[in-house]
Nanobody
Framework: QVQLVESGGGLVQAGGSLRLSCAAS??????MGWFRQAPGKERDFVAA????????WYAESVKGRFTISRDNAKNTVYLQMNSLKPEDTAVYYC????????????????WGPGTQVTVSS
């Protein structure tokens, strides 16, 4: 059974940092990524990473602040978030699929339940 489980969310002040983790079980995924959804808004692409970790993609709003990485031995993907802003507040979702580097949610087949990130001003 395929399962994705996020962890590491929480409450942080603006300018602070958080590191999200997503542990995958059941199979290995070539494409993994992070999306986020704020209240009343659509689920937006945040970052994606290739199997080797050699290629990464980021939304313009997080470039230079967020870093996606993965440890294939642990079947885990990470999202290091620095210089957090109140507008980063959202539920963050881990996603996995076969379309490497896709920014479209419909290209990902498996999703975690999400973890809340709240950035206070």
């Amino acid at each position: 059974q395929v399962q994705l489980v996020e962890s590491g969310g929480g409450l942080v002040q603006a300018g602070g940092s958080l590191r999200l983790s997503c542990a995958a079980s059941g199979r290995t995924f070539y494409a993994m990524g992070w999306f986020r959804q704020a209240p009343g808004k659509e689920r937006d692409f945040v970052a994606a990473i290739s199997w080797s970790g050699g290629s990464t993609w980021y939304a313009e709003s997080v470039k230079g602040r967020f870093t996606i990485s993965r440890d294939n031995a642990k079947n885990t993907v990470y999202l290091q978030m620095n210089s957090l802003k109140p507008e980063d507040t959202a539920v963050y979702y881990c996603a996995a699929g076969a379309s490497v580097g896709s920014v479209l949610a419909r290209h990902y087949d498996y999703w975690g339940p999400g973890t809340q990130v709240t950035v206070s001003s």
